[in-house]
């Protein structure tokens, strides 16, 4: 059986579907719409949980501490832990409350950190 007349039996030959530059920079551009709203949402739902965050953390009671050689900002906010507050949490609260600038602790250095409840 010729193959011409068997397609030409089927109705009308298909043609290759052409997708015009249109639609590709439609398609383009709606994905990058839809990429740039996720991305503000995620945003604002980050900077919504740091703003409560650090509210929270601004009224936690302080007490002052004498740094004593070894310890680090880290290790004061795990020995001071607060329900509800992860270390890292704690360790800029101590970092902000006290406006340290390096990491690096001196012996004899007083410090404002979490009073323990």
């Known amino acids: 059986m ?8 089927h109705g009308k030959e298909q043609q290759p579907q052409v ?3 249109l639609d590709i920079v439609t398609v383009i551009v709606c994905t990058l719409l839809v990429a740039a709203g996720l ?3 995620l945003l604002a739902s980050n ?6 965050v650090n509210s ?13 050689s070894g310890d680090s900002v880290w290790g004061l906010a795990s020995q001071h832990q607060v329900d509800g507050y992860s270390t890292a949490e704690l360790a800029q609260w101590i970092t902000a409350k006290n406006s340290l ?5 001196q012996p004899g250095q007083i ?5 323990s409840r």
């Open 56 to 68: 929270a953390l601004s009224s936690l009671p302080a007490q002052e501490v004498v740094v004593e």
């Open 111 to 115: 410090l404002l950190v979490p009073a």
């Open 39 to 41: 991305f503000g949402a």
């Open 19 to 21: 997708t015009s530059r």
């Open 2 to 9: 010729n193959s011409r007349v068997a397609r030409r039996g």
């Open 47 to 52: 900077a919504s949980i740091e703003a409560r």
């Open 101 to 105: 600038t390096t990491s690096n602790l």
